[in-house]
């Protein structure tokens, strides 16, 4: 048994919770899981959620731009 499924859900609840309390490091937290997943993803050959995967990583550099943009204009 991996520890990776574990860890990689454990870091999405987590994930989800400090998103929720508007912490704009939480997308950098996001893309570090979502790294995490793709190198677990890869290495066990479940090829089906790298695409997924790899959009997650854009969409939390995605929203990553755009909370600090919002920041900068306070």
Do not use: C, E, H
């Not at 677990?40 to 909370?67: C, E, H």
């Amino acid at each position: 048994m991996s520890i990776f499924p574990w860890a990689i859900a454990v870091l999405t609840s987590t994930i989800y919770f400090l998103a929720g309390r508007k912490y704009w490091w939480t997308w950098l937290l996001s893309i570090a899981k979502s790294s995490i997943a793709l190198f677990y993803f890869s290495s066990t050959k479940q090829w089906g959620f790298v695409p997924f995967d790899v959009f997650l990583i854009a969409m939390s550099i995605r929203n990553l731009y755009l909370w600090r943009k919002d920041d900068r204009k306070v």
